[in-house]
């Protein structure tokens, strides 16, 4: 039987749910950890998606509005 949890304490509705999620996300970090292909510096990530923003926002700019 699967033991209800209080909803203002776990966003999960069982005690299962939790563990079940649990495994699930600690697997999730430790392939994210093993992944061979080179780090990529903080910076160099930040200035990435800034000019990936702004190349859309040029984008959507000259787009014709309907």
């Given amino acids: 039987m699967a ?3 209080d909803p203002l304490i776990s966003e999960f509705e069982t ?3 939790a563990i079940s999620y649990d495994r699930w996300f600690r697997a999730k970090v430790t392939e994210a ?3 061979s292909r080179p780090r990529v510096p903080h910076d160099e990530a930040v200035a ?3 000019a990936g923003l ?3 926002r040029a984008q959507q700019s ?3 509005r309907p």
């Fill in 3 to 5: 033991v209800k949890l």
């Fill in 15 to 17: 005690d299962e749910q």
């Fill in 33 to 35: 950890l093993n992944i």
């Fill in 48 to 50: 990435r998606v800034a």
């Fill in 54 to 56: 702004t190349e859309r």
């Fill in 62 to 64: 000259t787009r014709p």
